[in-house]
């Protein structure tokens, strides 16, 4: 199923992302412009999968 998902908090708080794959392992790993690390987002379990949280930097 295809759909468009908003990111929540950290540095890309409000972006939405369109036409994402929601699957058994939803989220994205997101360069964050102008740094050299990016962004973690999942959704949270049991809530809304259309909603990915941030959930900490890698790199």
Known sequence: METDVR???GPLDGMTLPKQQLG???G???IVPGEMHRAIYEP???EDPTL???QG???
Request: overall charge negative; proline content about 11%.
């Open 7 to 9: 990111l929540m908090g």
């Open 24 to 26: 058994d392992d939803p």
């Open 28 to 30: 994205a790993y997101m």
């Open 44 to 46: 949270t379990p049991g």
């Open 52 to 54: 990915w949280r941030y």
């Open 57 to 59: 930097d890698i790199g």
